[in-house]
């Protein structure tokens, strides 16, 4: 067992050694640019750009066509709200989203509202869900996008899409979400789900990172989108800028094996969840953080009353690797905003951790980190009585 034990795959995961292996290749013997038409280095590396694209359209239940490759969930996201916002201006500048989505997205969000579109951020119930009898309220003429993301980074909660996407096609809306957790973890299908617009990446399913899509509807509706990086118009103009062969060859790599392994998978994670949620809840004053009914099979997050967030993270961090939530802000000392945003008293979100597992994960390590937090847990309380 290789301490400290992971178990942190919100964050990222490791990179599948089968995907690396696919990887190779790409940088030392096809090292060729897809966009070279006429020699066969160009041939190769763009055959290679073509199966994974694919790869990751098999998974998601899109077309080859609809699929641009970006540098992560990131820039998708940036490329879609952006992209979005530009092109439909002249229909409305009004857009739709949530409290609890990632920074990425509210980031994005806050800077068109500097350009004038107003935005509608959504409240969610306790158990981290909105209400999509609010969505629908929310709506005006205006409205060009709802952005709602398909599962949450820091609890796993996910959201009613079917629910979400038939309000948008009710009133003609487009439907963005950021699936950057639940692809490649359930089932995710673009064409039964009713999205017309999706951000991913490839380093939370075992694919390398600095790689990712946004999968962009080409038929009922036709989305429209305007590049944010202008250049050689690579990725039908949406983003420019010479393919990252060998990382567009992981991501479509794990995406197949994703898919392949699905099913067990999935099981496997809720089983391995369950048990150190299990365990941990053997202590006293602990909560599940939102719902246990909606949620990815991998994530538990959990509140450990009368305890101090930040000593426990550092005292647990020798043993496993953890976080409070969402590592692009675990550098700042504010609470959670999903916690707080679920209604979470600032201390309580304040002691709150997330546990993410992965198909590595083992076990063994479960029942070493349920031992782990369990010390650590009694020695703070007990201090703090002392006190
Ligand atoms: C990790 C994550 C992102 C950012 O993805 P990058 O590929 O690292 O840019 C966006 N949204 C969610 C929900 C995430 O978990």
């Known amino acids: 067992m290789q301490l400290p034990v992971y178990l942190d795959n919100n964050a990222t995961t490791r990179c599948d050694p089968r995907v690396v292996e696919a990887m190779l290749p790409f940088f030392t013997e096809h090292y060729g640019n897809a966009a070279s038409r006429t020699h066969r280095y160009g041939w190769a ?223 496997r994670l809720a089983v391995l969840r369950n048990r150190l949620e299990k365990g941990l809840l053997a202590l006293e004053n602990i909560t599940v953080n939102g719902s246990r009914e909606f949620r990815l099979p991998h994530v538990t997050n959990i509140a450990f009353g009368y305890t101090e967030g930040n000593a426990l993270l550092t005292a647990l961090n020798r043993d496993i690797a953890v976080s409070s939530g969402s590592a692009c802000t675990s550098a700042l000392p504010e609470p959670s905003h999903v916690l707080t945003a679920m209604g979470l008293e600032e201390e309580l979100a304040h002691s709150s951790l997330r546990f993410s597992v992965s198909r590595f994960t083992t076990d063994e390590e479960i029942d070493y980190a349920i031992q782990a937090v369990a010390t650590v847990v009694e020695t703070q309380r007990k201090l703090r009585i002392d006190i």
């Open 45 to 267: 590396a763009e055959e290679a750009v073509d199966l994974a694209r694919e790869q990751v359209a098999q998974l998601t239940g899109a077309e080859k066509q609809e699929i641009v490759f970006t540098s992560g969930a990131t820039e998708a996201i940036n490329l879609a709200l952006k992209g979005v916002a530009e092109a439909y201006a002249t229909k409305g500048r009004h857009i739709i989203t949530v409290e609890t989505e990632h920074k990425a997205v509210l980031d994005a969000c806050k800077h068109l509202e500097k350009q004038g579109t107003s935005v509608t951020l959504l409240k969610v119930g306790n158990n981290g869900l909105i209400r999509p009898a609010d969505l629908e309220a929310a709506i005006t003429p205006q409205t060009i996008l709802v952005c709602v993301m398909y599962a949450n980074n820091e609890t796993g909660v996910l959201q009613p899409i079917r629910e979400i996407s038939t309000i948008c096609r009710k009133h003609g809306v487009l439907l963005m979400t950021d699936a950057t957790q639940a692809v490649g973890k359930i089932p995710v299908d673009v064409q039964a789900d009713g999205i017309d617009l999706m951000a991913f990446s490839a380093h939370k399913m075992h694919g390398p990172k600095g790689v990712g899509a946004l999968y962009v509807r080409r038929k009922q509706p036709r989305v429209r989108v305007a590049a944010q990086i202008d250049g050689g118009g690579h990725e039908r103009g949406m983003r420019s800028g010479t393919l990252n062969v060998p990382g567009i060859v992981g991501l479509g790599k794990a995406c197949e094996l994703a898919g392949a392994e699905m099913a067990a998978t999935e099981l």
